[in-house]
């Protein structure tokens, strides 16, 4: 008799989402009285500004509750365009913009549209983990480079030179970085975009953390608005989910070639129809008119950022680099001898502080805490984690 429970397909090998489990676990505790202090979601602890809910809430009582085209409704793509040319000096069109239940979906449709057996992707690592299980279920195959906390965490031009094949399809950028916190710098992009340019290979650039940056000499740059040849070989992703604190909305989007873009909308009108109609309109109002909610959150963060920092860069046997961006804090543990898992696992046992492992983000021996959280929530958690590895 046949096995139809081994699965042959690109998508029934996936493993499941580490931060999610973790995250999920930590939840199931504090729901049983239990006193967590969790730093493993990234996600915002600010309720989503007032403003765009009461927009949702018009689009709902004008009845926007119906089908629209499955890439987006024109006021949303046109306010996405907007965006792009004032915040990120992308130059994109309407046609050429995608909206999509989410961010990661985004990511998801692009590497599916573009990428399949016998191409290989490109992840500097470390890595948000859902991207080398994304590239998996195309069947493409993932060639992983290491980068170094001495540089940055930053990809070396020379050595993505050198690992680029005939298979090469694409380059996956994440800056500011999940789980690094680091913002690449300009003049490095500018040497990445030759070696895409001179290769002929696609970048995909996932932005979803921009507008989150603390330090002045580390703006945000899109590879995009460096030139017309590099744009033309660019897949801009963003979202609502991370700067609006709107993960719950699931709203992303992204701008690409027409050529690419088509592929996407097309691929989209069969898996989801469109994203979630009143939601869109909402977006419309948030791009527009929430700077300063977001200028107040953004604030908020860097300041966790500096306390954070602080606080377990002190601590005896753990190393980690100042994020420039994003809310995550790396940090090694090797020198205590536990996997990453391991480590978190104790920690969530016997201090219960909720940390997430980071061997599916291609770093053994590191952890990511997010500072996604209030100030007293990271204290606790970084005396816990204090005493923890004292006892270790």
């Known amino acids: 008799m046949k096995d139809i429970q081994n699965s042959r ?32 979601a990234g996600e915002p602890d600010f309720d989503t500004p007032e403003i765009i809910k009461q927009a949702a809430i018009k689009a709902l009582n004008e009845g926007k509750t119906g089908y629209t085209p499955a890439s987006g409704i024109m006021e949303l793509k046109e306010a996405v365009v907007e965006k792009f040319s004032r915040e990120n000096g992308i130059k994109t069109t309407p046609a050429q913009v995608i909206i999509a239940p ?170 989801t129809s469109n994203p979630t109609t009143f939601a869109q309109y909402a977006a419309v109002t948030a791009l527009k008119e929430v700077d300063a909610e977001v200028e107040k959150m953004r604030l908020a963060f860097a300041a966790r950022r500096d306390l954070i920092y602080s606080l377990v860069s002190a601590i005896p046997g753990v190393s980690c680099i100042r994020p420039q961006g994003a809310f995550y804090l790396l940090c090694d543990i090797s020198s205590f001898g536990l996997s990453s898992s391991e480590f978190c696992s104790k920690l969530l046992d016997e201090q219960k502080v909720a940390a997430i492992p980071c061997e599916a983000f291609a770093a053994p021996g590191q952890i990511r805490l997010s500072y996604a959280c209030g100030e007293d929530n990271i204290r606790k958690a970084a005396a816990r984690l204090k005493d923890f590895c004292a006892s270790l």
Request: a negative charge; charged letters at 20%.
């Open 9 to 40: 397909g690109f998508m029934g090998g996936l493993t499941p989402s580490a931060t999610l489990a973790i995250t999920a676990a930590a939840k199931a505790l504090k729901a049983r009285g239990v006193d967590v202090c969790s730093l493993s």
């Open 102 to 271: 989410g961010a990661k979906f985004s990511v998801f449709s692009a590497v599916a549209a573009l990428c399949g057996p016998g191409d290989e992707v490109i992840l500097p690592a470390p890595f948000w983990l859902s991207y080398e299980e994304i590239v998996k279920a195309t069947g493409a195959r993932c060639v992983i480079i290491g980068t170094r906390p001495e540089n940055n965490y930053e990809l070396l031009p020379s050595e993505l030179e050198a690992a680029v094949t005939e298979n090469t399809r694409l380059l996956i950028l994440n800056t500011p970085s999940n789980p690094t916190g680091a913002v690449y710098r300009k003049e490095t992009l500018e040497k990445i975009a030759a070696v895409a340019v001179a290769e002929n290979f696609m970048v995909l650039s996932d932005e979803i953390y921009e507008r989150l940056v603390y330090d002045d000499d580390k703006p945000h740059v899109s590879i995009a608005s460096l030139n017309d040849k590099i744009n033309e070989l660019t897949i801009t992703v963003n979202g609502l989910s991370k700067a609006y604190a709107m993960t719950g909305w699931r709203l992303g989007y992204l701008t690409a070639p027409l050529w690419l873009t088509k592929k996407i909308a097309a691929f989209q009108s069969h898996t």
